[in-house]
């Protein structure tokens, strides 16, 4: 049984009309999930202990007459950075390949909350780090449009089994695009909110200060109320916010009057198939009423160093926990302390997370810190004040979200430069910290997937979602 003609608001249709009970339909979506996925790769456990669970809650509150939340008995999937009790969060890493959390993120309590079903967790690019999904030490994911190329990164699994059909909703996690390009890339909706929206606790720190927890679905409306389920207030976290989360879901369409920004610089160097259905999006914007204007990012060719400066900083501290002595890998090649210490980080860690490591470790170092990290935040901080200008003019702004569709398995491994300009245009929204989000925008000659982006000023992801949706709906009648 696919699970990709669901939606939130068909599968709580037919539990409430009594068509399938909770238990039935996360049993069919349980077995065709798992005959499904030696195809791309996607998920890496199963836990059919805990979906039959809160199915099981779900059908007990509908035969009380209660309400069985918000998103009832809809099977979603999680990013395997992403803690879940009782089932293994492996970052995708030899170094946690048997870690299992003793709690849940705060996530996945609200999710499970109102009713969602989690099937299980999320093949990704080693503790986050990637843009291909190639880095993960279980195996690269596979695109389902496309079995050959791959399905971006760093959350290519959570995007790829909603495209798939063997969930309905996926969480994944964005550092500089890791949501946003496998959205892109696999043909489905993905929403990177404001930094501090959604609660961080329960997710394991690749770069704290752009770490995102986000959604991916088929429609924006639903990843709208996933997102609306998630975000808020947590006191576990202190970098999460106060702001009031509005009722995501209601959604005017009108979009007359908007004013909506096309950023120069983020069409340079555009592959044609990519930017043909971009411009083609636009035209469609115009005729749903909004007016677009051209406007200027000047520190935007900065971003791509800015980035690997702060986030590699950032990853060479958090990740300095992994150290074979508490929950990690420990080497059994070591006879001295030392010897532990770097024979676990050498088994442990893939080559993209040891390029990371040392990057950050030298740009933090005696005598280049300043010239490297303190100009880099500086630099940031121009970056966040052109959105800031720029959103005095406009109400959002669209920009593509990779410079080209999907590559091929193994086109860019050899070339780690190249890999980390394929996320030129979502690095700009993760140092500001402002909402961004990929919605589906059509398909190459060659029948790859291409994203539209569209970005807000901070906390008003409302507008996001009202630009999103309008154009989904006018784009597929």
Known sequence: MSLAGHTIDSIRAGLLAKKFSAQEFT?????????????????????????????????????????????????????????????????GSKMLANYVP??????????????????????CDEFAMGSSNENSAFGPVRNPAALDRVPGGSSGGSAAVVAQGTAVLSLGSDTGGSIRQPASFCGVAGVTPTYGRVSRYGLTAFASSLDHIGPFARTVRDSARLLQVMAGRDEKDATSAFAPVPDYAALSGDLRGMKIGMPREYFDGLASDTGDRIMAAVDMLKNLGCEVRDIHLPHTPYAVACYYIIATAEA????????????TTRSSNAHTLSEMYRLSRDEGFGDECKRRIMLGTYVLSHGYYDAYYVKAQKVRGLITRD??????????????????????????????????LSDIYTITGSLAGIPCMSVPCGVTPGGLPVGLQILTKHFNEMAMFRVAEAYERASTN
């Open 27 to 91: 049993r069919q979506a349980l077995a065709h999930a798992e005959a499904e996925n030696p195809k791309t790769n996607a998920y890496l456990t199963f836990a059919p202990e805990r979906a039959l669970n809160a199915a099981r809650a779900v059908d007990a509150k509908i035969a009380k007459g209660e309400d069985p939340g918000a998103l009832a008995g809809v099977p979603i999937a999680v990013k395997d950075v992403i803690v879940t009790r009782g089932v293994k969060t492996t970052c």
């Open 102 to 123: 003793p709690y849940d993120a705060t996530a996945i309590i609200r999710i499970e909350e109102a009713g969602g079903v989690i099937l299980g967790k999320t093949n």
């Open 387 to 420: 959105f800031a200008q720029a959103f005095e003019q406009v109400d959002a702004i669209v920009a593509p979200v990779s410079p080209f569709p999907a590559f091929r398995i193994g086109e860019k491994m050899n070339d780690p430069v190249s890999m980390y």
């Open 316 to 327: 060479s501290a958090n990740l300095a926990r992994y150290d074979g002595v508490r929950y």
